[in-house]
């Protein structure tokens, strides 16, 4: 199978899991064949989620009921699904004191 496929669906599935209660299999998301039109057309794991929250009105449960926000991901629950799915994709950079300029670390 495609790697691209997998951790899209790896990213996503942590992000359904983590923040509705769903698994991969509850969505389209499980097939192959969706996720690769997805990749295709260049379409961020969260913001697929996010058209299947609108469409089913799907409720958040890592969300308290004094603090109600918007049930719709962000690129920074992205960001930490892919941390904790897929960390050898993350490159670190550090800022040197002495200069502005990214360096790998």
Do not use: C
């Not at 509705?20 to 295709?40: K, R, W």
């Amino acid at each position: 199978m495609d790697s691209a496929i997998r951790e899209y669906q790896a990213i996503a599935g942590y992000l359904l899991e983590k923040h509705f209660g769903l698994t991969l299999n509850d969505t389209n998301q499980h097939d192959d064949a969706v996720v690769q039109e997805l990749v295709e057309i260049n379409v961020p794991v969260f913001e697929a989620i996010n058209q299947l929250v609108e469409k089913y009105h799907l409720d958040r449960i890592d969300q308290n009921h004094w603090s109600p926000r918007s049930p719709l991901l962000t690129a920074s629950n992205f960001m930490v699904a892919v941390l904790e799915t897929v960390p050898e994709k993350v490159q670190l950079v550090r800022l040197d004191e002495t200069d502005d300029r990214p360096m790998p670390h």
